[in-house]
């Protein structure tokens, strides 16, 4: 856990878990008081990091969001590192019943980021 403090002297905890998939290097951040989840690359809005390149793993992105985040309360607001389309939250239930990437049998999940085949990012 880190924490520093804020203006009225308090901590604000957050714990660190280790959600590798995206990349191994992969962090998500709990902040239990304030109900938050920061999801980086691993979870997004109605999608997920990309598993194909630096160390990727579709296999492990899909356990690292079943077992790190979706145990999660249903109402834990999910605040990924980025979002191609302009949202800025979610929830936790939101997601397991709107994530139609996460939907999939793990099987299922694997197969289709294999044939995503997206082009790499300019930077």
């Given amino acids: 856990e880190i924490g520093e403090k804020n203006d009225k002297n308090q901590r604000l905890v957050l714990e660190c878990r280790s959600t590798p998939g995206h990349t191994n290097g992969c962090m998500t951040f709990v902040w239990h008081k304030g109900a938050s989840v920061f999801t980086g690359d691993c979870l997004l809005i109605r999608g997920c990091g990309r598993t194909d390149f630096q160390q990727g793993s579709a296999d492990k992105i899909y356990t ?26 979610s929830t936790v239930a939101e997601e397991k019943q709107f994530n139609s990437r996460l939907l999939k049998p793990r099987e299922d999940f694997v197969k289709f980021m294999k044939e995503l085949k997206l082009s790499y990012p300019l930077q």
């Fill in 64 to 89: 690292s969001i079943y077992e790190h985040i979706y145990k999660l309360p249903d109402h834990f607001i999910v605040y990924p590192g980025h979002d191609y389309t302009g949202q800025t939250s």
